[in-house]
Each structure stands twice: as structure tokens, then as C-alpha cells.
């Protein structure tokens, strides 16, 4: 009858505190060593809701039994991020240069998350490899800035792939689809956009059930839209092929060194990027 389901209720998903509390019921009864630290775990997961962080908290310590520890680290916890988010290892097929170029955009640039590892073993939920940014404090908003930063990323492993094979593959479609709906969101809904300023030209439908949504503006405005669109993601990609031009030693020397590894920490990345020739090493060549 009118009125007996009026009431909404919306459950967000947790925020930081949240989900640091959530991890801390569930680690109550599981025995942990002083590497341990919630909180950064915490910061890793952004979006992740209950079930998730308790899924993560089990495959840490079934991950700590199969290698016959009775207790469980941070490592443990952080290979128990990736097996919830993005799948387990396959390990049958190891392939792709171009989180390379991923992390080392990421690193050249400013606005953006620290590299914490890369990996080019393939994962069960589709991944052939990826890189994983984790941020040092919890974000709701982002600047202008640092969405151009994050389409130049997500464009960063094509750009690999061109420079080093002078080909491109299949491989980076969900980046483009990333980077165009990043675009399209800045000058749609963002109000990024000089030529358009803060105008709504994109309606959200149903946010909480696929959040599909549907322009509201004039067919030659779409039009306009669309090629704006096109010019950002361009921008973005020429972006990431100059920044990996100019440090092309560094892309192959981080590429053959993450062939021989398969999965390198962000500190590893890093010491190799800032990493100075020597002297003995610049005569040899």
C-alpha cells in the first residue's frame, strides 16, 4: 500500500577507518607478526566492502599455512589483496612488457600513487599483468591534475608497446576504455572543461544498479564532446610516448630485469630508476 516502502536505505561502502576496523574483527583470531599493518592494508583497498576484507583475511593465513608459518605477515596480506582483486597467479603463461611502461610513467610523473609492485604473471580475472599504486592517504576527490595524471598512466603501456615492438596489441583495451571514460567524465560531469566550463552535459542513471548514463545536450554538442574526447586521450597518449622516449635506458633495463623476476616490488622499481650509471658501466657500453 502507498507509503509501506518509502524509506531508502544506502549503505556506502566503507571508508578508511571502516575498513580498518572490519579487518581488525576479522583478525582477532588469527595470529599475526609485528610486520603486520592494517592500516596500509587498509589504504590498498579502497572500495572493497566487508566480504572482501574477510576473504582477505582468510587467504592471508591459508597463504601463511601453505608455506608452513603459523603466523601471518604483511606479505601474506598483500598477496591476499591481489588473489581477492584481481585473481590468483597463472603462472603457465608469462607475458607483457607493457606494465613497464605503466609503472614507469606512473613514476615519472607528478599527482600520482607510489608504485608498491609490478608483475607480469598473468591472474585468473583476466589480467595479464598489472601494477599496483598504493595511496598514502585516502582520497573522495581528485584534482584536474591528477585525472590527466592517471589517463597518461593507463595510456603508458601502449606507449611501451610501440617504442619497444613498434607494433601494438590487444593488450591494452580496458586501459583505452579507462582513459576514455575518464576523458569523457572530465568534460561531461566534471566540469573540466574550458570550452564547456560547469555545464551537466551527462545524466547518471541508477548509480546503484549499473549507473549507466545518457547525454542531455544537442546532437552537434555530442558531436563536440566526442572529439574533445578523442583530442584528451590523444594529448594523454603523446604524453606517455614522450616520457618514455626520454628514458627509454630505463624502460628496457626495468623490462628485462621484471622478465627475469616476473613480480618486483615498487622499492626494487625505484632503486633501478634512480639508480646512476657508474663510470665501469658507461665505458663498457
Known amino acids: ?162 617504442i619497444v615492438f613498434d607494433t601494438v596489441t590487444t593488450g591494452a583495451s580496458n586501459d583505452i576504455e579507462q582513459a576514455t571514460k575518464l576523458s569523457r567524465a572530465m568534460i561531461t560531469r566534471y566540469g573540466m572543461s574550458s570550452r564547456f566550463g560547469m555545464v551537466a552535459l551527462e545524466t547518471q542513471n541508477n548509480p546503484y544498479l549499473g549507473g549507466d548514463s545518457s547525454l542531455s545536450c544537442s546532437p552537434q554538442t555530442a558531436a563536440d564532446i566526442d572529439q574533445m574526447v578523442v583530442d584528451t586521450v590523444k594529448h594523454g597518449y603523446d604524453t606517455a610516448m614522450d616520457l618514455l622516449e626520454k628514458n627509454q635506458k630505463k624502460l628496457h633495463e626495468l623490462a628485462k630485469y621484471l622478465y627475469e623476476k616476473e613480480t618486483i616490488t615498487g622499492e626494487e622499481f625505484m632503486q633501478i630508476l634512480t639508480r646512476t650509471e657508474t663510470l665501469e658501466e658507461a665505458e663498457g657500453k
Do not use: C
Open 1 to 162: 500500500r502507498p507509503g509501506r516502502f518509502d524509506r531508502r536505505i544506502i549503505v556506502d561502502k566503507p571508508d578508511l577507518k571502516g575498513r580498518v576496523d572490519i579487518l581488525k574483527v576479522h583478525a582477532k583470531d588469527v595470529r599475526m607478526d609485528e610486520s603486520v599493518d592494517l592500516e596500509a592494508i587498509a589504504l590498498a583497498t579502497s572500495g572493497a566492502v566487508g566480504s572482501d576484507l574477510a576473504n582477505m583475511i582468510n587467504e592471508a593465513a591459508i597463504n601463511a599455512v601453505k608455506h608452513g608459518r603459523q603466523v601471518v605477515s604483511q606479505k601474506d596480506l598483500f598477496e591476499a589483496v591481489e588473489v581477492v582483486l584481481v585473481g590468483k597467479e597463472k603462472k603457465d603463461r608469462i607475458m607483457s612488457e607493457e606494465e613497464v611502461g605503466h609503472a614507469l610513467v606512473t613514476a615519472l610523473q607528478k599527482n600520482t600513487e607510489p608504485v608498491q609492485k609490478i608483475t607480469i604473471v598473468p591472474r585468473t580475472m583476466g589480467a595479464l599483468g598489472y601494477v599496483m599504486q598504493t595511496p598514502e592517504e585516502e582520497k573522495f576527490l581528485n584534482t584536474k591534475k591528477e585525472l590527466e595524471a592517471m589517463i597518461v598512466v593507463a595510456l603508458g603501456g601502449r606507449a611501451a608497446e610501440e
